[in-house]
């Protein structure tokens, strides 16, 4: 199975979340899944593809043709495929994918995570989708989803067709075991 990662580029984050996501992708390799993500050589979205790449796992970058600057791209992809704009890469992410981890990241990792989950919840795609909650990363973004249910501002389901997860293995488990969830809400 094809996991896309979507995750900071940040080379100024605290040395845990380097760690966690390195492991994930190691894990995830381990397991025989393959990673797809945006090609970043820094950041999380390098973590990811490192570990991935320790044990000799397929990893797909796909990227922007303005992102073709030394350093800005991981090299050691199995296979890269080069977009023109970030709308068409988000759709390859997604087309090439059966699953999405979200790892921590900034407004872009949040955009894409916000894309898949409405995406889910319009019954557009039906795949497992998992934050990774390291150090308890997205325990605001999780409250935030609690509170705008709550506030009926979308139905509480759509809160259940994501996971707040902090084990790679759980994480990687859930995948694995996915159930459809039915349709659209």
């Known amino acids: ?93 997604e087309s090439r994918s059966d699953a999405t981890i979200v790892v921590p990241g900034g407004i872009g990792t949040y955009e894409e995570f916000f894309e898949i989950l409405t995406l889910k919840s319009l019954g557009r795609i039906d795949r497992p989708i998992v934050l990774y909650n390291i150090e308890g990363y997205y325990d605001s973004m999780r409250e935030l989803l609690e509170y705008t249910a709550a506030e009926k501002f979308m139905s509480r389901d759509v809160v259940g067709l994501c996971r707040f997860m902090k084990n790679p293995e759980e994480i990687l488990d859930y995948i694995e075991n996915y159930k459809n969830y039915g349709g659209k809400l």
């Open 1 to 93: 199975m094809n996991i896309c990662i979507y995750g900071a580029s940040s080379e100024e984050l605290k040395k845990i979340y380097y760690e966690k996501t390195e492991e994930l992708g190691r894990l995830m390799a381990k397991r025989g899944h393959g990673l797809v993500f945006g090609g970043g050589e820094t950041g999380l979205m390098g973590a990811a593809a490192r570990g991935v790449s320790h044990e000799k796992g397929y990893i797909l970058g796909i990227s922007p043709k303005f992102f073709d600057q030394p350093g800005v791209l991981y090299q050691h992809c199995t296979e890269f495929i080069f977009t023109e704009t970030m709308r068409e890469r988000k759709h390859l992410l």
